[in-house]
């Protein structure tokens, strides 16, 4: 079992950034990827970024292509997303999230973990 802790959320203007942090804890050798979902009020939750830990790769949605960031640091089991130049649009709950298995990686149903999620507001 892997447990996370996220942090970072908060309220931002338009143009701003914010920086998510997720520590995972137990067993997370087996991890394929760690990345990053968001879910707005009355829509489906989507992915924004992931990065795998296989190949060092790393995926973002279009719409957040060049704004976001995803990173990780091994030794402290941690998963950043650095969002900058944020858009109201961007408004949603973030979740942190890791799978085991492939398939693909904006697929939420992919993915056996999850943080408990942290708002991000941004207003006009």
């Known amino acids: 079992q892997v447990q996370w802790v996220e942090s970072g959320g908060g309220s931002v203007q338009a143009g701003g950034s914010l920086k998510l942090s997720c520590v995972a804890s137990?067993?997370?050798?087996?991890?394929?990827?760690m990345g990053w979902f968001r879910q707005a009020p009355g829509k489906v939750r989507e992915g924004v970024a992931t990065?795998?830990?296989?190949?060092?790769?790393?995926y973002y949605a279009d719409s957040v292509k060049g704004r976001f960031t995803i990173s990780r640091d091994n030794a402290k089991n941690t998963v950043y997303l650095q969002m900058n130049d944020l858009k109201p649009e961007d408004t949603a709950m973030y979740y942190c999230?890791?799978?085991?298995?492939?398939?693909?990686?904006?697929?939420?149903?992919?993915?056996?973990?999850w943080g408990q999620g942290t708002q991000v507001t941004v207003s006009p």
């Open positions: 137990g067993y997370t050798d087996n991890l394929n990827s």
């Open positions: 999230a890791a799978k085991i298995g492939p398939g693909a990686w904006h697929i939420p149903q992919n993915y056996n973990y």
């Open positions: 990065a795998y830990t296989t190949n060092g790769r790393t």
